[in-house]
């Protein structure tokens, strides 16, 4: 089972995907959804999102990593991160 949504077509498109669901055996549940799996595979993951989910990857690395807390403590502790 999956979410049940409603969502309007152009009375042409409606035809045409009725017609492609009988031909292809499948309902219109299951043509509606490979269509629009096939279509998010088409354009591919959004290059900003991606890149801000790799920043935020190696940001929580970074911060993740004991070296880098142990030097920012030191850091604070000598007072070097004062102006």
């Given at each position: 089972?999956?979410?049940?949504t409603?969502?309007?077509?152009?009375?042409?498109?409606?035809?045409?995907?009725?017609?492609?669901?009988?031909?292809?055996?499948?309902?219109?549940?299951?043509?509606?959804?490979?269509?629009?799996?096939?279509?998010?595979?088409?354009?591919g993951?959004?290059?900003?999102?991606?890149?801000?989910?790799?920043?935020a990857?190696?940001?929580?690395?970074?911060?993740?990593?004991?070296?880098?807390?142990?030097?920012?403590?030191?850091?604070?502790?000598?007072?070097?991160?004062?102006?």
């Open positions: 089972m999956g979410v049940k409603a969502v309007s077509l152009p009375d042409d498109l409606y035809r045409r995907a009725e017609q492609a669901a009988r031909q292809l055996g499948v309902n219109r549940s299951q043509l509606y959804a490979r269509a629009l799996t096939k279509y998010l595979q088409d354009i993951p959004d290059p900003v999102t991606e890149r801000l989910n790799e920043l990857g190696e940001h929580a690395k970074e911060r993740a990593a004991p070296e880098a807390s142990g030097a920012a403590r030191s850091m604070i502790d000598s007072g070097g991160w004062e102006w």
